[in-house]
């Protein structure tokens, strides 16, 4: 029991180490509102040329990312048969814009990939 939490405890340091508190990252703050918002259009052999699905096809949008979503311009808000992906969706919310413009203006840092990611840099 205690050499379980003492495990939890120095993984929790570790991680910490990586991502200091308070910075926004990529894995663990961005990628979750990309994946609930953009990558319904933002993947391969969907309607948007790029794909937001790894911070190496996003990274170098980060700029156009801010812009975009600073003027609500993407998430386009449709709500169409031909946009299925989007209906009933309100695009998002202010708090996570917010945080796209600050993960963007802290120099779009790239934080620790889940354990199971980790050496596997694919495509
Ligand atoms: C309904 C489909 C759809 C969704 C959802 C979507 N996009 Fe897009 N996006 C597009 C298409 C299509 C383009 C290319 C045409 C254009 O630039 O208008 C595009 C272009 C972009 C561009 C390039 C714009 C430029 O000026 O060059 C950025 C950046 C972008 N999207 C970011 C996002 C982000 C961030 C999200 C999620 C918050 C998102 N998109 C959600 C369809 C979508």
């Known amino acids: 029991m205690l050499r379980l939490s003492l495990a939890m405890a120095i993984t929790a340091a570790t991680s910490m180490a990586a991502d200091p508190p308070g910075s926004i990252t990529f894995h663990r ?53 031909h946009f299925p992906v989007l209906t009933g969706r309100d695009g998002l919310t202010q708090a996570e814009i917010d945080i796209l413009v600050k993960w963007v203006d802290s120099g779009a840092p790239e934080g620790t990939p889940p354990a199971d990611e980790r050496g596997s840099k694919k495509k």
């Open 29 to 81: 703050d961005v990628l979750p509102i990309l994946a609930k918002d953009c990558q319904g259009c933002h993947r391969p052999g969907q309607i948007a040329p790029m794909p937001f699905l790894t911070y190496e096809t996003t990274r170098p949008w980060a700029q156009q990312i801010k812009v975009v979503v600073s003027s609500k311009k993407m998430p386009p808000a449709v709500s169409n048969p």
